[in-house]
């Protein structure tokens, strides 16, 4: 060990990524009595929740994680415990349809192929299937009508930030059960703002005596079964026994962490899956200038197709100048980031009947986060491409018993690219952890 390094600092645990994952294991172990450093690259704590306060209003600004999709137990048992309020989100969806230059907003019409679509995916022997397939083919095979195939697959490329030519049917069919035991169609928001949750659990990480680093980059893990040795960017060293990795998905991907020696397995399961591509505009007015004839009155999510950003929404049934636009999958991945406010300012001029003119006199200001570009991300959140629906069980085992991974990509439960999804991989990493130092 070079001298400039300095004395290693001997832990029971180091757990590397202050995002929820990370969060909720090192919280587990600190209360469990292990001696337990948290890293964490970024200056902050949440990882891909990220909330900045808003110019006025009682709700914050979400660039990361907006919503809690369902009941999920685990999430919504931590929001209770950490005293937050959430309220659900309520309202009609319409369309923006456009027809020789003239658009309006519209009931989004049938849509009963789509939903026997999606029903078809919730059957349990789908996701059992031996042949699995990309959500194209399984669209093409079904011989549904254009219009509702160009519905079904917008939709699944938009919530899942994914390809539809790649994503496999049978982690969508798990998905969809997962999500059909939580009543996964329920929206709803903390209304304090997303970070408040990874706050609260940094609080309890403290209070059990937990030692956190931020700004704090790791540059490579030394190993052996029952040793860890993480060197920092900066060269500090610290040694535990074992160590919980919850780096995103592309930052494995890119091998942006030196392991000694390598966890090839655990990398050629990440390698499997696919981390998606997300774009969000914030923007913040100084009230709510449409009139009731622009049709947002009540209105929760409305769908453009054919508009960037395709899908937006309001903060309804709480009043608030706020509108956000979102474009994921194959549209995202084509987009110059950069570009997204001003584009979709003129969208929103055009389903607001305004001038742009006139949207900007009431702008106030937008935000944007490029997930893609952030160095300590590579992208928005996991989808699972055809044929890799076992990657994340894979990358859920411990490697002798000293490496432990969780993070969205590694959850087993059919609930990947879910803040939910990674508070269980968190927990279920600190279980793991305290199993095999307890044998």
Not at 84 to 113: H, I, S
Request: aromatic share 8%; proline share 5%; net charge negative.
């Amino acid at each position: 060990m070079a001298a400039s390094r300095g004395k290693a600092e001997a832990l029971d645990a180091i757990v590397i990524g202050a995002g929820v994952a990370g969060l909720a294991a090192a919280r587990t172990l600190a209360e469990a009595g292990r001696r337990v450093a948290l890293i964490e690259a970024r200056d902050r704590v949440g990882g891909r929740i990220h909330t900045v306060p808003a110019a006025h209003g009682d709700l914050s600004v979400e660039l990361g994680a907006e919503f809690i999709h369902g009941l999920p137990p685990e999430l919504i048992h931590l929001v209770e415990e950490a005293g937050l309020t959430r309220f659900e989100l309520e309202g009609d969806y319409r369309c923006w349809r456009e027809e020789r230059r003239v658009g309006r907003l519209e009931p989004c019409g049938d849509q009963r192929e789509v939903n026997r679509l999606f029903d078809e995916l919730g059957q349990s022997g789908l996701a059992q299937d031996s042949q699995d397939l990309s959500f194209s083919e399984f669209v093409a095979q079904r011989g549904v009508g254009p219009e509702a195939a160009a519905w079904a697959t917008n939709y699944v490329e938009g919530f899942n930030a994914a390809d539809a030519n790649r994503i496999s049917v049978r982690s969508l069919a798990k998905q969809q059960a997962a999500e059909d035991a939580i009543s996964g169609d329920r929206l709803s928001r903390v209304v304090e703002g997303y970070a408040r949750v990874p706050a609260f659990l940094l609080r309890t990480f403290l209070d059990a005596g937990g030692e956190l680093f931020t700004s704090t980059p790791v540059r490579s893990i030394n190993w052996k079964p029952g040793w860890v040795e993480v060197t920092t960017a900066a060269d500090r060293v610290l040694q535990a026994s074992s160590v919980i990795l919850t780096l995103p998905l592309g930052v494995l991907q890119a091998r942006s962490v030196v392991f000694l020696p390598q966890p090839v397995e655990i990398l050629e399961a990440a390698d499997r899956l696919a981390m998606g591509p997300v774009g969000r505009v914030v923007y913040e007015f100084d009230r709510s200038f449409w009139p009731q004839s622009a049709g947002l009155e009540g209105l929760s999510f409305l769908f453009a197709p054919e508009a960037t950003p395709p899908t937006w929404w309001t903060t309804s049934p709480r009043s608030s100048p706020m509108l956000t636009g979102w474009i994921a999958g194959r549209k995202a991945s084509k987009l110059e980031m950069a570009s997204l406010p001003e584009t979709g300012l003129a969208t929103l001029a055009s389903v607001l009947g305004s001038s742009l003119g006139e949207v900007r006199k009431h702008l106030l200001r937008w935000h944007l986060h490029d997930w893609q570009m952030d160095p300590y991300s590579l992208g928005a959140y996991t989808y699972v491409p055809r044929g890799a629906v076992h990657a994340s069980d894979d990358l859920s085992v411990p490697v002798e018993a000293t490496l432990f991974f969780a993070g969205e990509h590694t959850d087993t439960s059919g609930h990947w690219g879910t803040v939910h999804g990674a508070l269980r991989s968190g927990y279920r990493a600190a279980e793991q952890l305290l199993a095999a130092r307890v044998h």
